[in-house]
């Protein structure tokens, strides 16, 4: 019971305190790949292979240690729980978004599209009320699987090297893995790494989202056909297999025009109405309730192995 009691406790945790507001990793780390990208990405340099060796350097250490060093079973097991507290980002997560939804419901655009601007990379000052709820909607299921399933996935794969793995993978993403004459050649590893590994979590999250609405047999397939050739027309493979399961689950339509690595994409994601105010609300509630049922899973495997 080990597993699931340490998936607990990070997240339980992370219910009481929230996402540290000051010397988080992640930021810390964050600033250095900064700083490592500014010096090394120059058109004078072979940017491809300087972008491996800067992407290797900065992930791979601190896992390979973990994964080397022997220490107790105590302190091993504070040390996981640590670090998946500081992957999961659910509290955070749920405050942003719902700080958006908070200030629709008031009517006041100008604050809405000030906290839409903080969780999208997109330009927001002409956004309308119906393109910051989908922005955020969007926004709420993609970071449910990058920020909390995808941590707890590779959490149960590999433990906490693995979970690390994961995050620094999808922080350079962010950072570098953008299709413009800045990181095109630089950013191109960490870019398709991400891709990589986040495809076999992106996957279990878009199965969570679809079983909180208990879609079974040829409704639940033919849900998952859909999604899939939906996801394949967005600009992000993964991304758009979250959002598309995501939408479907709370019965909304998503997607629209965006661009791409340089390629405009017209993707719909989902299926019904138009997402709301209100629907900002529900994925917060859908990414809560797959997150319990990737929780309980664990817990009833791990129950299961036990006995066996």
Known sequence: MLL???????????YLFGEVRRLHPLVGFGNVASAVEKKLNRSCYPQKTLGILSWSVLVLPIPIILWSIQISENLSTIIDILVVYFAV??????????????????????????????????????????????????????NGHDAVIASLFWFVVGGAPMVIVHRLVNTLDAMWGYRNERFNRYGWFAARADDILGLPSAIISGLAYLLVKVLWGRQWLSSIIRSFAQCLKYKSLNGGWTIATGARAIGVRLGGSSEYEGKVFQSVLGEG????????????????????????????????????
């Open 89 to 142: 980002g659910l509290n955070s997560l749920k405050t942003h978004v719902l700080d958006v939804y908070h200030a629709l419901k008031t009517n006041d655009i100008d604050l809405a599209r000030e906290k839409v601007s903080m969780i999208v990379s997109r330009d927001t000052q002409s956004l309308e009320e119906k393109d910051i709820a989908r922005a955020a909607v969007e926004t709420s299921l993609e």
């Open 273 to 308: 109405r138009e997402a709301e105010a209100e629907d900002i609300k529900r994925s917060a509630q859908l990414v809560d309730r797959a997150v319990f049922i990737l929780v309980l899973s664990i817990t009833t495997v791990e129950l299961v192995w036990g006995i066996i």
């Open 4 to 14: 699931c009691l340490t998936i607990i406790a990070a997240l339980f945790i992370d």
